[in-house]
C-alpha cells in the first residue's frame, strides 16, 4: 500500500511541475506573439504612410506632366 502512495505522490508532483512548466512556456510564446504583433502593427503603418506619400509625389508628377500639354 505504500508503495501506491509514494507512486502516486511522485505521479503527481511530476504532473503538476509539467502543467507548471508548459504554462510557463505557453505564457512566453503568448508575450512574443504580442511583441511581433506590435511590430506588425508599426510596420503597416509605416508602409501606408509611405504608400500615401508616394501617392501624392505621383499625383504631383502627372498634374506636372499633364499641365505641360
Not at 508602409?47 to 509625389?57: E, S
Request: glycine share 4%.
Amino acid at each position: 500500500m505504500d508503495t501506491l502512495i509514494v507512486s502516486q505522490t511522485i505521479f503527481y508532483i511530476v504532473s503538476s511541475t509539467a502543467i507548471i512548466i508548459v504554462a510557463v512556456l505557453l505564457g512566453i510564446a503568448i508575450w512574443q506573439l504580442i511583441k511581433i504583433l506590435k511590430s506588425t502593427r508599426k510596420v503597416s503603418e509605416d508602409l501606408g504612410a509611405t504608400y500615401n506619400k508616394a501617392k501624392r509625389g505621383v499625383k504631383k508628377i502627372i498634374s506636372l506632366v499633364s499641365d505641360k500639354k
